[in-house]
Structures are given as structure tokens and as C-alpha cells.
């Protein structure tokens, strides 16, 4: 073998957002796979209808404004799929749509768009509609529904997702384990739970996502699943049925992870991490919703300056805030 | 007469800054709480409103009167006092102009004794100014406080598709009208205030321009 | 050793599922201007807290004292208002006959902290979700927590709604008031929209 002695310096490629947003689109669009197959065009309708109406906000918004309309750092695309991935197949298309309206128009632009935005967009997008509507956002289609219609309202069995059903204090008639081949009632991009891992794996290693943030999220979830079920079963039982369920996972790679929404220092991630799966859980059993994740990410959102404050050791960023 | 006409335009632009450019709810936020929890129908609206004229015209103009009597550290009591004593009547006027309105509306009537919107007019404004501005100010806050419930509470009934004027079905709507939640009014105020702060971003822009060419 | 345990339980809610000031709104006007303040937001928000005891236990008492007629609720707010006045007053004196130099330093706080919705909401609170006297005051203690929550987020949020990117529309209290709507539809998710 002949060793080739490269001369330095040996520059990696510097990440930049329209890389890490593509990193992001990329695993999203892999998790649509698996509902393309399973029901049809429609997800790919929703997802190519909510993506487009995210991208004519900002647009407009630029253009009310009088900025140039650039070739954009992707954000808008990726809010309006993170939005979809988070909607039942059988919703309407304009909910996600409308989902999308408030995320841009409401969370992201009048903040400056990506980059100062306090709140996750996707996050506040989902959580508007869950209260607007929680009769079309919380409804599941059967998972033995083919061929859905591509525009139209789908018909077919309503059935209790897994997540409700855990809710109501029931447990759920499919095995933890057979939740991992993703064919159960879910949010859409939430049911792969296999290629949301993948996923998640894919992102740590570009370092678009923080693992930090990921590991201690799902080890809070871990433990209040394990230490307080919400159903009479084995630890190790509650903790497969709450970590699969739901939006949980999805949330935990894609959106707790967002690096303009969550700390800077690294202690500060990670009890960042903590506090959300703490809130989360505290969601799914004191929250009127079957999901909750959203609404915690929201309020963790808002925690995350101050929890910067108090792990860089420095009270007097800016205004002095504490007397010594 | 040139004093007279001086004290009327000063009085308009008193009226205007405080229905408009120096509105307190979308340049103060002072006063949120009556929009965003009971500003989803017009009903709603127009009897706060009323409340809103009645409780702090007469509290404003007899603090105008005996403000700067009280000592300071006393007055912001003597000013709750005062509103609570003119609620008495307002709210009888009130419910006289739409009946069944103080029972319906519950605890946002009592609660706007202590809007923030009049006890900073009463306390801050009315004992430090001669009358008709005091009058001016409260007619123009409260006409600007109508403007801005009214707005919002059509929209949100208009999206609610619920009627515009309807009988209040209670505090707050269920868990479906998600649009009838405080949150909702926070975020049409925010609008509302960008509105409003651009417009005095423009007109002080053109001041300024009409300054420099002068 | 219950009505601790009803009085710490009852906090708990105030300060999550039941939030009065993030899910109903109530005195954001009041958590605006102490926000701007930081460093006296501890003590402002003890006066909160304070305040909100006396008016909760207040409003124990003269809820009684007002059976239900035609009158009500036009003498009932009035009564209510009045009383909060007096105590008001009362502490102010007190304070500034007792610990001057205290006075000096907080005074400009204590009638805002006095005199607000969150005070005078307590009776209302209690009646509608018929608290007893330990549950009611457990329910001001909560409430007060969650102002002190509430002016620490904000007073970060300050910041973060003024940037040099934002539209100049936007910038200040347009975006601030946004960022309270999303907050409050944040904790809107744990009661579903109703609160009373």
C-alpha cells in the first residue's frame, strides 16, 4: 500500500446554514417514504403544498418589507415540512397549510427571520393549529387505509392513535416492538421510528444537530416513563410505549435540536435537553392534548436565554439582572 | 380668540394622540387584559367600551381637580378608590344601555376598575393638566380603546364564524375556538402596534425632512 | 398537615395548569414594566405575592359577605376595590413611617405591585373555582410564582425583540406582544382554552 503524503492545510468544509438546512430536508424527505408507500401521493402533496406556501410567505413579507428576495437559506422549506411531518394523512390540506402562514408570518419574520426567531416556527405553527383545530389535528386514519385521495377529504376508519390511548390511561393493543416498523396511527413523519433514528444518527455526524440536546431530552423522558407510568405496566414496558409514541422522538432529533432556538454553551444544551423532556412528559399527562410536545418546546424555547444566563456564570450580559 | 382657537387645536391633537399615534394600548400596553380575554364578539366589546368612557371621565376630571392636593405615596389608592366609587354608576348605565351586559361580562366588568389604561391616565396625566386636555386625553383614549377592541373582537368573531354581535357564551370559548384564547388577542395587537408604529415612524420622518428644509 | 398539602398542590396549579397570568392574560401590562425593571423584579414580585394574599383572603371573606342578587355584581368589584385601596394605603404608610430608607429604595414599585389585575383577580379566582381560605391562599403564593417566572422570561425577551434584522415595525413592543401571544398559546396547551 502506498501512503500519499497530502500537503496541509487540511481544511474541512465549514457548515453553513443552507448546508445544515439541507442535511435537514434530506432526512425529512427520507421519512416520507414510508407514508408515500403506504397511502399514496397525498404526503407528498401536503408536503410540497405546505413547503410552497411557507417559501410565499417569506417572499411576501420580504417584499412588503422592500428586501431583496435572495436564493434563501432554506429555513421556510424546512419549517413547512417539519409542519406536515407533524399532521395526521388525513388532514385537510389547508391545515398545514394555514399551520405554515402562522409559523412564517407570525413567529419567524417579525423577528427577523432565521436566526433570531425566539420560538421554533414549525413548533408554533402546529401548536396554532392543535388549538384551533384539535378535532382535524388529533383524528387518525386507519393505518390499513390505501390509496388516500391526493386533494380531497379522506374517508375511512377513525381510530385512537397510540399516544391517545396512553392518555386515557389504557394500554395501547400494539407491541412496542411491532412500533418499530412504523405501522401504526401517528403524525405523519413520527411513525418511522427506525428512520427517524437513522436520521438523527445522519445529523450528529454532519454535526447539524447537537447529540447533547438529544441524549439528556430522552433520558428525562426515560425516567419519568420509567419512575411514573401512566399506565399499570413494567418499567421497561412504559418507557417503550412512551418513547415511540406520539411525536416525541421526532421532536427530539429535529426540533429540541434547533441551534438558533436552543443554547449556546454546552451545559446549558444539556439541562436545555432535560428541561424539555421533563416539560413534555409533563404534558402528555397534565396537558388537554394527546401530543404535547410542541407547546413544551415552546416554553422551553423561552427558558433557553435565561438558562444560557445561568450556566455561562455570568449574570451581566447586557443589563446587569441579578444584584450580587 | 387666539388663545381659544390655540387651546382647541391642542385639544384635537390630544384627542388624536391619545385615540391613535400615542394610542396607550398599542404604544403603552397598558390596558391588555379586556381585549385579548373578552375581545372575541362586538357585544363584548361595545359594552367595555362604555365601561370604559363612564368609569374614567368622571375619575380623570375629578382627579384633575383635587390630583395635585393628595399626596403622592397616597394618590394611586385615592385613584382606585375613585374608580371604584364611579363604577357604582357606570356600570348601571351600562347595563341600562345593553341589558344583562355587567352579567354577562362577570369579572372583566370589576376587572376594569383597575385597567391599567385609566389608573395611569388618572394617576400620572389628569392631576398634572388643565381640564379640557384631561377631557380630551380620556375622550380620545377611550374612543382609541373602542377602535381597538372593536377591530379585534370582529376579526375574531368574523374567523369564529360565530356571529359578530353575539350573547357572550362565556370567559373564554371551548377548547375548538382556539381564536377566542388570549393568545390570539396578544398576536393581533402586535400587528396593530407595528401598524401604528410605523405610521408614526413615517410622520416623524416627514417632521424631520420638513425641519431641515425649513 | 391536608390543608398544607391542598395549599402547596393548589400553588402548583397556579403556577402550571391553571396560569392565570400566562394562559388568561391577566396583568401582562404589570409583568411589561417590572420586566424593564430587572433589578428590582424579586422584590416586585414579592409585593405581588403579598398583595395577592391579602386580596385572595380578602375575597374569602367578603365573597360571603355579598350574597348572590341584582346587585352584586355591581357592588361586589366596587367593595372589593375599595378594600385593596385601603390596604394599600395602610402599607405604604406603614413602610414609610417604619423603614424609610426601605421606602425610599422600593416605594416607586409598591403601588404598581399594589394596585394590578393579579390582585384584583384573586377573589374572582376563588369564587369561580370555589377555593377554601388554604386553597385560596396557596392559589396567590402560585399566582405570585408565576409572575416572577413570567418577568424573568420577558426580560430576556426584551432583548431578543430588538435586533438590527427585525423590520423597524416590528422592533420593541410590536414583537413583544407577539412573543407573549405565543407564550400564552404555549401554556394554552395545558388547559385546552378553558380556564374558569
Not at chain 1, 58 to 66: A, H, R, S, T, W
Not at chain 2, 57 to 65: D, E, M, Y
Not at chain 3, 13 to 22: G, S
Not at chain 3, 144 to 160: D, E, M
Request: glycine share 8%; with cysteine.
Amino acid at each position: 500500500m502506498i501512503l500519499n503524503y497530502a500537503k496541509g492545510p487540511f481544511i474541512k468544509n465549514v457548515p453553513t446554514i443552507p448546508s445544515m438546512m439541507r442535511d435537514v430536508i434530506f432526512t425529512l424527505s427520507v421519512l416520507l417514504i414510508i407514508p408515500i408507500v403506504q397511502y399514496g401521493v397525498r404526503p407528498l402533496v401536503m408536503a410540497v403544498c405546505t413547503m410552497f406556501v411557507s417559501v410565499i410567505c417569506e417572499i411576501i413579507f420580504n417584499l412588503i418589507q422592500g428586501n431583496k428576495i435572495g436564493a434563501g437559506d432554506g429555513s421556510s422549506l424546512v419549517t413547512g415540512l417539519m409542519i406536515v411531518m407533524l399532521m395526521p394523512v388525513n388532514a385537510p390540506i389547508w391545515l398545514p397549510c394555514m399551520a405554515a402562514v402562522f409559523a412564517v408570518i407570525v413567529a419567524k419574520m417579525p423577528f427577523g427571520a432565521f436566526g433570531h426567531t425566539p420560538f421554533n416556527p414549525a413548533a408554533a405553527g402546529v401548536a396554532f393549529a392543535a388549538l384551533c383545530y384539535p378535532h382535524l389535528v388529533f383524528r387518525y386514519i386507519d393505518s390499513s387505509a390505501k390509496n388516500l385521495p391526493a386533494f380531497g377529504d379522506c374517508t375511512g376508519d377513525i381510530v385512537s392513535s397510540t399516544a391517545a390511548v396512553l392518555k386515557n390511561g389504557l394500554k395501547p393493543s400494539i407491541l412496542p416492538l411491532d412500533m418499530l416498523w412504523g405501522a401504526f396511527e401517528g403524525p405523519l413523519g413520527t411513525t418511522g421510528i427506525l428512520i427517524i433514528c437513522a436520521g438523527g444518527l445522519y445529523l450528529f455526524i454532519k454535526r447539524t444537530a447537537n447529540w447533547e440536546i438529544t441524549a439528556a431530552f430522552l433520558a428525562a423522558a426515560l425516567i419519568i416513563a420509567a419512575f411514573w407510568p401512566r399506565i399499570e405496566c413494567s418499567m421497561i414496558t412504559s418507557v417503550k410505549y412512551e418513547l415511540l409514541s406520539g411525536s416525541l422522538l421526532f421532536c427530539s432529533v429535529f426540533m429540541v435540536t434547533d441551534p438558533v432556538t436552543s443554547p449556546r454553551t454546552k451545559p446549558a444544551k444539556i439541562a436545555y435537553g432535560f428541561i424539555c423532556g421533563v416539560l413534555v412528559m409533563v404534558f402528555r399527562r397534565f396537558g388537554a392534548f394527546e401530543q404535547g410536545a410542541c407547546f413544551a418546546l415552546l416554553i422551553a424555547n423561552a427558558l433557553a436565554p435565561q438558562i444560557d444566563v445561568i450556566f455561562s456564570g455570568s449574570f451581566e450580559t447586557g443589563d446587569v439582572l441579578y444584584e450580587k | 380668540m387666539k388663545n381659544k382657537r390655540l387651546l382647541i387645536k391642542e385639544a384635537n391633537t390630544i384627542f388624536l394622540n391619545g385615540m391613535f399615534f400615542k394610542n396607550p394600548i398599542l404604544v403603552g400596553a397598558l390596558g391588555l387584559y379586556p381585549i385579548v380575554a373578552a375581545g372575541y364578539n362586538l357585544k363584548n366589546a361595545v359594552e367595555l367600551s362604555l365601561l370604559f368612557l363612564f368609569i374614567s371621565l368622571p375619575t380623570s376630571l375629578l382627579f384633575c381637580l383635587i390630583g395635585e392636593m393628595v399626596p403622592l405615596s397616597v394618590r394611586p389608592g385615592l385613584v382606585l378608590c375613585g374608580c371604584a366609587l364611579f363604577y357604582i354608576p357606570a356600570a348601571w348605565l351600562t347595563q341600562r344601555i345593553i341589558p344583562g351586559s355587567i352579567e354577562s361580562l362577570g369579572m372583566l366588568a370589576g376587572l376594569m376598575i383597575c385597567n391599567s389604561m385609566i389608573l395611569s391616565r388618572v394617576n400620572d396625566y389628569a392631576p398634572t393638566h388643565i381640564g379640557i386636555a384631561v377631557f380630551a386625553d380620556t375622550l380620545g383614549c377611550s374612543v382609541g380603546f373602542a377602535l381597538v377592541i372593536c377591530l379585534v373582537s370582529v376579526i375574531r368573531a368574523a374567523w369564529l364564524k360565530s356571529g359578530i354581535w353575539q350573547t357572550n357564551i362565556g370567559i373564554y370559548g371551548t377548547g375548538e375556538k382556539g381564536i377566542s384564547l388570549p393568545f390570539f388577542g396578544f398576536i393581533l395587537l402586535g400587528f396593530f402596534a407595528a401598524f401604528v408604529q410605523f405610521i408614526n415612524k413615517k410622520r416623524s420622518t416627514k417632521a424631520a425632512k420638513r425641519r431641515a428644509a425649513k | 398537615m391536608t390543608n398544607i398539602v391542598g395549599m402547596i398542590l393548589t400553588a402548583l396549579a397556579a403556577v402550571t395548569v391553571e396560569n392565570i397570568i400566562f394562559s388568561g392574560g391577566i396583568g401582562f401590562s404589570r409583568v411589561l414594566r417590572a420586566a424593564r425593571k430587572p433589578k428590582t423584579l424579586g422584590m416586585y414580585s414579592a409585593f405581588i405575592t403579598v398583595f395577592s394574599v391579602i386580596s385572595s383572603v380578602m375575597g374569602y371573606y367578603l365573597n360571603r359577605l355579598f350574597p348572590e342578587s341584582e346587585l352584586s355584581p355591581i357592588l361586589r368589584p366596587a367593595a372589593l376595590a375599595v378594600c385593596i385601596a385601603l390596604v394599600y394605603i395602610l402599607a405604604a404608610g406603614i413602610l414609610k413611617l417604619s423603614v424609610p430608607a426601605f421606602y425610599k429604595k422600593y416605594g416607586q414599585i409598591l403601588s404598581p405591585a399594589a394596585i394590578n389585575t393579579v390582585v384584583l383577580s384573586m377573589p374572582y379566582v376563588i369564587g369561580n373555582y370555589r377555593l377554601g381560605l388554604w386553597d385560596a391562599v396557596g392559589f396567590a403564593l402560585g399566582t405570585g410564582v408565576s409572575f416572577f417566572f413570567a418577568t424573568v422570561i420577558l426580560s430576556r425577551a426584551l432583548h431578543q425583540c430588538k435586533n438590527e434584522d427585525m423590520p423597524n415595525a416590528f422592533s420593541g413592543l410590536p414583537a413583544t406582544l407577539i412573543y407573549i401571544g405565543i407564550l400564552s398559546m404555549a401554556f394554552a396547551g395545558f388547559t385546552g382554552g378553558k380556564i374558569f
